[in-house]
């Protein structure tokens, strides 16, 4: 019988849900300034509209509420609201300060929620994965900022940005930790760095999930060639899972998971956005249309946990799990 407190145990298994879009949801419920700054920050000097992260602090119901409608469309893993919540990305609101404290909080809604929704359902699966995103600012390996901008940075500086993220994570009680929409290899290696000092402060080795995203200038390199790269990046950080999240949808994802999965001896996972943006800003693949190109990987057996990026809401998850429900997980082997 399989601990479903243990997330070794299960992958084996069965494939795993990831949840949807925070950010998707959160935005369309059109907050005004007032209701971003709440109580914390009703005397806060810079404007505060479009500090989602901050939302754990000033609208935790809501926060709760989205956890909610994850788990109950099937969600195994539910991440933290805190993909900007680092000193880097929140020096635009004048808020830098609050990010030690952020991450612990957001941490402890999403842990509220998993373990209320556990004990109605004995014998569910449910883990809370805090979100590391790529901060506002890439790796300089020089130190020195870049001329044409103020979007790089040193080495040393976004690895304490990581290193007090992951610490807050940790102390917030994470089942597991994800660094995605990893563009820069530089930066994630500063991320990777964090989490390893702060678990040694911690005493704790936490499951490391690494997700790469597909970007414009992966076209000019072959999905072998890209994954190799990633495959030697990831490795000396053992991670329990690597994979691909983001980019312009399930489908341009394809090419690139196929090879990750022949050449991977970690498992695999695959969370697209619903497509690209249009002039309005919507994400326009439904759970039907994403879910043709998931149900490809899931047969063809490339996948061990699946989910979605911005423009998923639960109706694509549920979608996703009912896809999963009786599929055999990719398997791994030291020959991957």
Same mark, same amino acid.
């Not at 005004?32 to 920050?41: K, L, T």
């Not at 040694?200 to 936490?206: A, D, H, Q, R, V």
């Not at 999905?223 to 399930?250: D, M, R, V, Y």
């Given at each position: 019988? #399989?601990?479903?407190?243990?997330? @070794?145990?299960?992958?084996?298994?069965?494939?795993?849900?990831?949840?949807?879009?925070?950010?998707?949801?959160?935005?369309?419920?059109?907050?005004?300034?007032?209701?971003?700054?709440?109580?914390?920050?009703? %005397?806060?000097?810079?404007?505060?509209?479009?500090?989602?992260?901050? +939302?754990?602090?000033?609208?935790?119901? $809501?926060?709760?509420?989205?956890?909610?409608?994850?788990?109950?469309?099937?969600?195994?893993?539910?991440?933290?609201? $805190?993909?900007?919540?680092?000193?880097?990305?929140?020096?635009?609101?004048?808020?830098?300060?609050?990010?030690?404290?952020?991450?612990?909080?957001? /941490?402890?809604?999403?842990?509220? /929620?998993?373990?209320? &929704?556990? !004990?109605?359902?004995?014998?569910?699966?449910?883990? /809370?994965?805090?979100?590391?995103?790529?901060?506002?600012?890439?790796?300089?390996?020089?130190?020195?900022?870049?001329?044409?901008?103020? =979007?790089?940075?040193?080495?040393? *500086?976004? &690895?304490?940005?990581? @290193?007090?993220?992951? +610490?807050?994570?940790?102390?917030?009680?994470?089942?597991?930790?994800?660094?995605?929409?990893?563009?820069?290899?530089?930066?994630?290696?500063?991320?990777?760095?964090?989490?390893?000092?702060?678990?040694?402060?911690?005493?704790?080795?936490?499951?490391?999930?690494?997700?790469?995203?597909?970007?414009?200038?992966?076209?000019?390199?072959?999905?072998?060639? %890209?994954?190799?790269?990633?495959?030697? #990046?990831?490795?000396?950080?053992?991670?329990?899972?690597?994979?691909?999240?983001?980019?312009?949808?399930?489908?341009?994802?394809?090419?690139?998971?196929? *090879?990750?999965?022949?050449?991977?001896?970690?498992? !695999?996972?695959? &969370?697209?956005?619903?497509?690209?943006?249009?002039?309005?800003?919507?994400?326009?693949?439904?759970?039907?249309?994403?879910?043709?190109?998931?149900?490809? &990987?899931?047969?063809?057996?490339?996948?061990?946990?699946?989910?979605?990026?911005?423009?998923?809401?639960?109706?694509?998850?549920?979608? #996703?799990?009912?896809?999963?429900? =009786?599929?055999?997980?990719?398997?791994?082997?030291? !020959?991957?």
């Amino acid at each position: 019988m #399989f601990d479903p407190a243990n997330i @070794y145990a299960l992958l084996p298994s069965r494939i795993l849900i990831l949840d949807g879009a925070m950010g998707t949801l959160l935005q369309e419920q059109r907050f005004s300034e007032a209701d971003f700054r709440g109580n914390w920050f009703a %005397e806060h000097p810079k404007s505060m509209k479009g500090n989602y992260d901050m +939302l754990s602090l000033t609208q935790p119901e $809501t926060i709760r509420n989205i956890h909610r409608s994850y788990l109950s469309a099937g969600a195994d893993i539910i991440r933290t609201n $805190t993909f900007n919540s680092n000193r880097i990305s929140q020096l635009e609101y004048g808020t830098e300060r609050m990010a030690y404290a952020l991450n612990i909080s957001s /941490v402890l809604l999403a842990r509220e /929620v998993v373990d209320a &929704y556990k !004990t109605h359902n004995p014998g569910k699966a449910g883990f /809370v994965a805090g979100t590391m995103g790529p901060t506002s600012q890439n790796v300089s390996l020089s130190g020195e900022n870049d001329r044409r901008g103020s =979007h790089i940075s040193s080495f040393q *500086k976004v &690895y304490r940005a990581y @290193y007090e993220q992951a +610490l807050g994570l940790m102390r917030g009680g994470v089942d597991l930790l994800i660094l995605e929409t990893i563009v820069d290899i530089s930066t994630a290696e500063a991320g990777i760095k964090a989490i390893r000092d702060a678990g040694k402060i911690m005493g704790t080795s936490i499951p490391l999930i690494l997700s790469r995203t597909i970007t414009n200038d992966m076209a000019h390199s072959s999905p072998e060639q %890209e994954i190799e790269a990633f495959l030697n #990046f990831a490795s000396h950080a053992k991670p329990l899972s690597i994979g691909f999240n983001c980019a312009p949808g399930a489908k341009r994802i394809g090419p690139y998971l196929e *090879k990750l999965s022949e050449r991977s001896p970690h498992y !695999t996972c695959v &969370y697209p956005n619903a497509g690209l943006p249009d002039q309005c800003g919507k994400y326009n693949e439904t759970p039907d249309s994403m879910g043709y190109f998931m149900n490809e &990987y899931i047969k063809k057996g490339w996948v061990n946990i699946i989910g979605g990026c911005c423009g998923t809401n639960p109706g694509h998850i549920r979608a #996703f799990t009912s896809l999963a429900r =009786h599929a055999r997980p990719r398997k791994i082997s030291a !020959t991957n």
